[in-house]
């Protein structure tokens, strides 16, 4: 008799708890039916990087004196850089230099100590390839200048991610020419133009 009554009681306490985490789910989900969209249509809205993003390196093969501080202070050696000692002028010249952002982890330890500010980053984070090898980034691809997402006229820049009006949870049912949260990058742009 008194198992019976165990198990009858156990069984009601597994189900409180089953509530309880039901509820406990439902509760975030309710709460997160209330809030804003931050969804961004990828290929054609870009969100504009902070002024800090750590994203590709840019080098300047003109600036560099060819002195391995970048190797140094690299947590696991990446750049390669190949130099040649020209005995007439007695200084090392560079013949090469290459990072391969397959391997990179983007601290941007190289840049924070080059003696010559010849490495910088920038805010171009779409690295993707189909080879690895092609990730592997020589001086002539370093030191290609990278486009700006609000100079892009394929896409619409974003500056936040809670980019409708406050109030409006549906992005569809906005109407035409209604003003976002914020100015938008143009409008930023053309401030500090004038």
């Given at each position: 008799?008194?198992?019976i009554l165990?198990?009858?009681?156990?069984y009601a306490?597994?189900?409180?708890?089953a509530?309880?985490?039901i509820?406990?789910?439902?509760?975030?989900?309710?709460?997160h039916?209330?809030?804003r969209?931050?969804?961004?249509?990828?290929?054609?809205?870009k969100?504009?990087?902070?002024?800090r993003f750590?994203?590709?390196?840019?080098?300047?093969f003109?600036?560099?004196?060819?002195c391995?501080v970048c190797?140094?202070v690299c947590?696991?050696?990446?750049?390669?850089?190949?130099?040649?000692?020209?005995k007439?002028?007695?200084?090392?010249?560079l013949k090469?230099?290459?990072?391969?952002?397959?391997v990179?982890?983007f601290?941007?330890?190289?840049?924070?100590?080059?003696?010559?500010n010849?490495l910088?980053?920038?805010?171009?984070y779409?690295l993707?390839a189909y080879?690895?090898?092609?990730?592997?980034?020589?001086?002539?691809?370093?030191g290609?200048l990278p486009?700006?997402v609000?100079?892009?006229?394929?896409?619409?820049?974003?500056?936040?991610?809670?980019?409708?009006?406050?109030?409006?949870?549906e992005?569809?049912d906005?109407?035409?020419?209604?003003?976002?949260?914020g100015?938008?990058?143009?409008?930023?742009?053309?401030?500090t133009?004038?």
């Open positions: 008799m008194f198992n165990r198990q009858v009681s156990d306490k597994g189900t409180l708890e509530a309880k985490y509820g406990q789910g439902l509760a975030v989900t309710f709460d039916m209330q809030r969209p931050i969804t961004v249509q990828y290929p054609y809205e969100l504009i990087p902070s002024e750590r994203g590709r390196i840019h080098f300047e003109d600036k560099c004196i060819s391995e190797v140094r947590p696991i050696n990446l750049p390669v850089v190949d130099w040649e000692f020209n007439a002028v007695k200084k090392k010249e090469h230099y290459s990072i391969d952002f397959g990179c982890i601290c941007a330890n190289c840049v924070e100590y080059c003696p010559t010849c910088s980053m920038t805010e171009e779409e993707s080879d690895r090898h092609e990730l592997n980034y020589d001086n002539v691809a370093l290609r486009y700006k609000t100079q892009d006229p394929m896409v619409t820049p974003l500056r936040e991610f809670a980019y409708l009006p406050k109030g409006v949870v992005p569809h906005l109407p035409s020419g209604s003003q976002r949260s100015k938008r990058p143009e409008e930023i742009v053309q401030e133009e004038s």
